[in-house]
């Protein structure tokens, strides 16, 4: 069988759909011999390195004007790919090509059908939501929206397999064709590199607590300055002498005066993330809008700590909050509960770090596709 993999996501991003990207890609290159990867590409950059080295690669630069780029959104091309996937299978024929990001079928889905290929779709989140709290310049925003939700219902309808990030996503997906086989799967994320094992001492809960993320991203920006606002000083009155760090990319003017108000440690576009969280005991994720499964939680979580999350953020996790190791708030009261759960406990950061690879490293990852690629008949 030859396999052609599509992603619209950046190989040598370090964001949240990244990292989910290229867990998944690595799974499949791990599962399946012969697959080419179409990707994109920035102009003197190669991200080679973070592709398997037995995966074919093929680079798609965009040479497109503004004024192109501007008119395909108008014309439901959401991305670089439409002429040049087009192209490809007139020359290359595959039995089983897989669309990472229901973004990807935009203008494509009938392509990919018609060259008699079994179709995967991999759905990163609810499209919806995730537009609502992520929105697009005025110039494109009306036929953007449409055609990425387009997309997301066609890759649906038109998929031989659906695969989601998170069960919940999978049920929302599911009610909208209520009746219909849309052979959908939660498969979850991992890392996308085998890691050995890593050993943790004994930790005790303290009072230094850390956030991280892209301070400049709406999705995260906005939830954080609500965050400092609304629990922040839950917090100085529960845990006296608390002290709270932020961490991430390229922090907007807000967060920076909100900080330096409350004399909270901002730390911008650190050199290594790791360093930072790890002088923390607790780490904080405060994201409360959108879909999908939200990666930043995981920045604790594989340092053994333990994690307190906005619900919404809890989605995915939901094994590591029975274990104990995360901790679910809604409002001010649950806020309070969560910080005192945090509090009257004793972590050991190796157990936390266990349940951690238990769901979310590379083999874990591997093993849940191939479950569901042998259950639909494609393994």
């Given at each position: 069988m030859k396999k052609l993999i599509i992603t619209r996501h950046y190989m040598d991003d370090n964001n949240g759909g990244s990292n989910a990207s290229k867990g998944f890609i690595w799974s499949l290159g791990y599962i399946y011999s012969d697959c080419t990867l179409i990707y994109p590409e920035h102009d003197g950059?190669?991200?080679?390195?973070?592709?398997?080295?037995?995966?074919?690669?093929?680079?798609?630069?965009?040479?497109?004007?503004?004024?192109?780029?501007?008119?395909?959104?108008?014309?439901?091309?959401?991305?670089?790919?439409?002429?040049?996937?087009?192209?490809?299978?007139?020359?290359?024929?595959?039995?089983?090509?897989v669309l990472d990001h229901s973004v990807t079928a935009a203008g494509l889905i009938d392509a990919v059908k018609k060259s008699g290929a079994k179709v995967v779709s991999l759905h990163h989140n609810v499209e919806a939501d995730y537009i609502k709290d992520n929105e697009s310049s005025l110039l494109y925003r009306i036929p953007y929206d449409y055609f990425a939700i387009k997309a997301e219902k066609d890759a649906l309808r038109l998929s031989d397999i659906n695969l989601t990030l998170t069960r919940n996503d999978a049920s929302v997906f599911q009610k909208w064709f209520e009746g219909r086989n849309l052979h959908l799967h939660a498969v979850g994320i991992c890392e996308y590199l085998w890691k050995p094992y890593m050993s943790f001492p004994k930790t005790s809960a303290s009072n230094t607590f850390v956030i991280s993320g892209s301070l400049c991203f709406k999705q995260s920006a906005v939830p954080i300055l609500e965050f400092i606002r609304r629990f922040y000083p839950i917090m100085q009155n529960v845990s006296p002498g608390c002290k709270l760090i932020v961490t991430g990319r390229n922090p907007c003017t807000e967060?920076?005066?909100?900080?330096?108000?409350?004399?909270?440690?901002?730390?911008?576009?650190?050199?290594?993330?790791?360093?930072?969280?790890?002088?923390?005991?607790?780490?904080?994720?405060?994201?409360?809008?959108?879909?999908?499964?939200?990666?930043?939680?995981?920045?604790?979580?594989?340092?053994?700590?333990?994690?307190?999350?906005?619900?919404?953020?809890?989605?995915?996790?939901?094994?590591?909050?029975?274990?104990?190791?995360?901790?679910?708030?809604?409002?001010?009261?649950?806020?309070?509960?969560?910080?005192?759960?945090?509090?009257?406990?004793?972590?050991?950061?190796?157990?936390?770090?266990?349940?951690?690879?238990?769901?979310?490293?590379?083999?874990?990852?591997?093993?849940?596709?191939?479950?569901?690629?042998?259950?639909?008949?494609?393994?």
């Open positions: 950059v190669d991200s080679s390195r973070f592709i398997p080295f037995s995966v074919k690669k093929v680079p798609v630069f965009d040479h497109r004007s503004k004024l192109r780029k501007g008119l395909d959104v108008y014309r439901g091309r959401l991305h670089r790919f439409v002429d040049f996937v087009k192209d490809h299978l007139k020359h290359e024929k595959y039995d089983l090509i967060i920076v005066d909100a900080c330096k108000i409350q004399g909270i440690e901002l730390i911008p576009n650190p050199e290594n993330m790791d360093d930072i969280i790890k002088r923390a005991s607790v780490y904080i994720c405060p994201i409360n809008a959108g879909s999908g499964i939200k990666l930043r939680v995981m920045d604790g979580l594989k340092r053994g700590m333990p994690v307190i999350c906005h619900k919404v953020s809890s989605v995915g996790y939901e094994t590591l909050e029975k274990g104990g190791a995360l901790f679910v708030y809604d409002d001010e009261e649950s806020f309070k509960k969560a910080l005192q759960q945090v509090a009257s406990k004793h972590f050991s950061a190796d157990e936390i770090y266990s349940l951690y690879r238990r769901e979310f490293s590379f083999m874990s990852g591997v093993n849940r596709l191939k479950e569901v690629l042998a259950e639909e008949g494609v393994l």
